[in-house]
């Protein structure tokens, strides 16, 4: 392992450039409070860029001051030779102990680990139980994590969970500022133009540039009198290189009025306005990946741009990265509905995988049937609006119209046959409308049949993604729940899980929430805190307008007086009249007499009657709707058959 | 025109030489078509009448070479000054990436230098550019002339430059001041590269 730390390679001798603020920045941030910020830190770059400087310039900073951290640096050759003499000496355990007391760990060279497979898992061993700890991990390699062959891919995301950031090529300024500051700690001395020549040219890394500072030192040295540009840049045969490069063209002798060089200052000037504007975009791709890699997302597709020569279409390029990744986070949060267990999966992670990403959504989309929706019987128009549900109706069209926001849960209590499941079908066809609407319309009933069938066949998972993913979640007949313990469990959870996403939700009951027997109280609370509304016993004119309705749909036109005086008949409910009309058609055909008012009196006074039956049952609207919008109702079967002989008669209510 | 072209890496400033007729645009033209290499400079196009005045307009190219990647030109374009051109003109002005106003320094010329930068602003409008956000500079051209014939650098700045853009005193025909004009309003072009959208 490395002794004491270099101490020429401190922040201070560090020369920042906009090629390397960010790299720098984040690697003081880390060295100020190990630990806290950044963990790992990841620094990447070609070589000779001072990837070494800047991990032993974290290490120096940390262990100064009055924290004085415990500072470890080793090279990733250092870190497998250790660990295999641990291993050989049997003492694998107490090579990771070893670590427990540093409090910064910098390991250099991290490239090596390519295709080392078994290094790897003793590394990310050691960094996650590091960072548990609390302890800061710093890393350098001349690669990205994503380009480093065969690099575990829980490797790469743990870097990407830390930072993850490159040094680029310096530019000519900070070209400029590394040489005079080198030759300043040589203390020899050039004249500015010697050191602006040099720095004209575009050396691959500090060291190649520090190699032609060197050289012109040793000129100087043996030389009397002082270095000219123009000798400077023969000496170190950049003439055609920096020709090549940067298309300087050598002063020409130019004794003009203007005098001086005016073309080649001009040339400067476009130089480094444009290279400043290189700069801009690089930087611009800089921050988008270490913006994006710190959240976790791979971005090899804009890393590949940062390695061109020339940012291409950088706003572009990221914009677009930025809109897949949007579509990735959508992806994923749909995931998390459909299936809460795939959701982690790296395709999320990758834009350059988004085809993948929404294949994978889609199948899980595909093995889910939509929810039932709202019966095609009842339309939300065809719900006749009187004095006896002005209410229900006033709030039901605020619900549709606001969904989630006028009133959640809305509840809408009556007593059997006045038109709750009508309006809430009507309701649940008026969210249908919205834009990506998802409304789930069903019976207690059902949504009880399908918990029992989800439990058995162990596919409740499912089930519930099912109804967590509803835009709407429309229930008839909610007192069917009473006593059910795990059906009200569940609707509680995805009572919460809709409310907090502001779906709409509508229930119907035979009574309000807290008369229900067998109700649970965190269940009614929830119910009473949407609004409650009743619709009451029907009035005369509603009576009047669904005989109307009837007679018309029955008889082919409906005589205003027969209406009225339907209407002006005993019924409790809607249904009753409905059963009315459905009588007087039906007796009216098999006796071949016209079904007008004398008959219906002859009918409904006249004859006589066996009283209604009360209702045995529990009180539900009795009406049981197909996925597929066919009703089955109870009133309109025939459950039980009369035996051979009688007459078949009577409404059945 | 683009002025970048990212696919082939290409950089292509079109900067055009504006101002009053007998300005000087022409002579900044020539001048630097003087201090510009032969290899960098292409023909210099310049249609005049037998009075040295440009009819149509001067045209003149310069390649820069490689400038952080991208093969860089430059085009200098002069318009023709007389009010009686201005089709000319507009034609000139289509696709410029900056302006340079070259103005005449002589006091008797004030009335003509403010006459045609309102002619400026209304081509460039006409073509969609608010004048404040197209790369501008000024020159006031003529500063050797003597004193009593001229305004200060302060009066034609207090008359002429309401939008505070870089102005440069310079005389043309000695070539004072027409790089130090070229280079400010390069560099403004330039400067402007990273806030548009590349394509």
């Known amino acids: 392992m490395s002794g004491p730390l270099n101490p020429r390679f401190t922040f201070d001798s560090f020369v920042v450039g906009p090629s390397n603020r960010l790299a720098v920045s984040a690697a003081r941030r880390v060295a100020e409070s190990p630990g806290s910020v950044y963990n790992p830190l990841f620094i990447y770059s070609a070589s000779g860029l001072g990837k070494t400087h800047l991990l032993l310039a974290v290490g120096a900073l940390a262990a100064s001051g009055s924290a004085a951290h415990v500072v470890e640096y080793l090279t990733l050759e250092e870190f497998v030779e250790a660990y295999h003499a641990a291993v050989a000496a049997g003492q694998g355990e107490a090579f990771r102990h070893r670590f427990e007391h540093v409090d910064v760990v910098l390991i250099d060279d991290v490239q090596f680990l390519a295709t080392r497979l078994e290094t790897q898992a003793e590394l990310l061993r050691l960094i996650t139980s590091l960072t548990e700890l609390g302890h800061q991990v710093v890393l350098a390699s001349d690669r990205p994590p994503q380009d480093i062959e065969q690099l575990d891919e829980r490797l790469i995301s743990r870097f990407a969970g830390g930072l993850v950031v490159d040094i680029g090529a310096p530019e000519l300024e900070t070209r400029l500022a590394i040489l005079r500051r080198k030759a300043e700690e040589r203390g020899v001395s050039f004249e500015q133009a010697v050191l602006s020549a040099v720095a004209q040219y575009e050396a691959r890394n500090v060291r190649e540039l520090l190699g032609l500072l060197n050289r012109l030192i040793a000129f100087q040295a043996v030389n009397e009198g002082a270095l000219t540009p123009d000798g400077a840049r023969t000496l170190l045969g950049l003439e055609a290189a920096v020709l090549a490069q940067a298309g300087v063209e050598p002063a020409p002798a130019a004794p003009a009025p203007g005098g001086g060089n005016e073309f080649a200052d001009f040339l400067d000037t476009v130089g480094s306005a444009l290279a400043e504007q290189v700069d801009t975009w690089r930087r611009r791709l800089q921050e988008a990946v270490a913006y994006w890699e710190g959240h976790g997302y791979r971005t090899a597709r804009l890393g590949a741009l940062l390695a061109q020569e020339t940012p291409v279409g950088t706003e572009t390029a990221v914009r677009t990265f930025e809109q897949d990744v949007e579509r990735l986070q959508e992806l994923e949060r749909e995931m998390v509905l459909l299936e809460p267990g795939r959701a982690g999966d790296p395709v999320f992670r990758d834009p350059d995988r988004l085809a993948d990403a929404e294949k994978v959504v889609q199948a899980a989309r595909d093995g889910l049937a939509p929810p039932p929706g709202p019966s095609a019987s009842w339309a939300f128009e065809d719900f006749v609006g009187t004095a006896s549900n002005q209410l229900a109706l006033t709030s039901a069209r605020a619900v549709a119209e606001k969904p989630g926001t006028a009133y959640n849960p809305l509840v809408i209590v009556g007593s059997t046959g006045v038109g709750k499941t009508h309006l809430l079908h009507g309701i649940g066809h008026a969210l249908s409308a919205g834009p990506g609407a998802l409304v789930a319309c069903l019976s207690a009933q059902d949504f009880l049949d399908e918990l029992v069938q989800a439990i058995e066949r162990g596919r409740l998972e499912q089930w519930r993604s099912r109804y967590r993913r509803v835009t709407a979640f429309l229930l008839d007949d909610m007192q069917l729940l009473a006593q059910k313990q795990r059906s009200q469990e569940e609707l509680f959870h995805l009572f919460n899980a809709l409310l907090t996403q502001q779906r709409q939700m509508v229930f119907t009951a035979s009574a309000a929430p807290r008369t229900l027997d067998g109700l649970d109280d965190r269940l009614v609370s929830r119910m009473e805190g949407g609004l409650v509304v009743e619709i009451g016993v029907p009035d005369r004119e509603l009576r009047a307008a669904v005989a109307t309705r009837e007679l018309a749909g029955r008889l082919g036109d409906a005589d205003p007086d027969l209406a009225a005086y339907l209407a002006g008949r005993p019924a409790a409910s809607l249904r009753a009249v409905t059963g009315m009309v459905q009588r007087l058609a039906t007796e009216a055909e098999a006796q071949g007499a016209a079904a007008d008012l004398a008959f219906a009196r002859d009918l409904f006074e006249g004859a006589r009657e066996s009283a209604p039956q009360p209702a045995t049952r529990p009180r539900t609207s009795g009406v049981v709707v197909a996925a597929t919008g066919g009703v089955r109702s109870r009133e309109k079967v025939i459950w039980r058959w009369p035996a051979v002989g009688d007459r078949l008669l009577e409404e059945m209510i | ?199």
């Open chain 2, 1 to 199: 025109m683009s002025l970048v072209n990212f696919t082939t890496r290409e950089i292509t400033c079109k900067i055009v030489y504006y101002g009053p007729g007998r300005s000087g645009k022409t002579t900044n033209l020539q001048y630097i078509y003087g201090r510009v290499p032969d290899d960098r400079r292409g023909r210099m196009v310049s249609l005049a009448t037998h009075t040295d005045r440009t009819l149509f307009f001067d045209f003149l190219p310069i390649e820069l070479g490689t400038i952080s990647g991208f093969t860089t030109r430059f085009q200098l374009y002069t318009v023709p000054g007389q009010v009686y051109y201005n089709a000319t003109r507009k034609l000139v002005l289509q696709g410029a990436d900056g302006v340079v106003f070259v103005g005449d320094s002589q006091a008797r010329q004030l009335d003509e230098n403010l006459e045609s930068l309102q002619n400026l602003q209304a081509n460039l409008l006409e073509q969609g550019l608010d004048v404040r956000v197209v790369p501008l500079v000024l020159q006031y051209n003529k500063q050797d002339l003597p004193s009593d014939l001229i305004l200060t650098t302060a009066e034609l700045d207090e008359q002429l430059n309401f939008r505070g853009v870089p102005s440069y005193p310079a005389a043309a025909v000695s070539g004072q001041g027409v790089f130090e004009t070229l280079r400010a309003i390069s560099e403004r072009v330039l400067r402007k590269l990273s806030q548009e959208t590349p394509t």
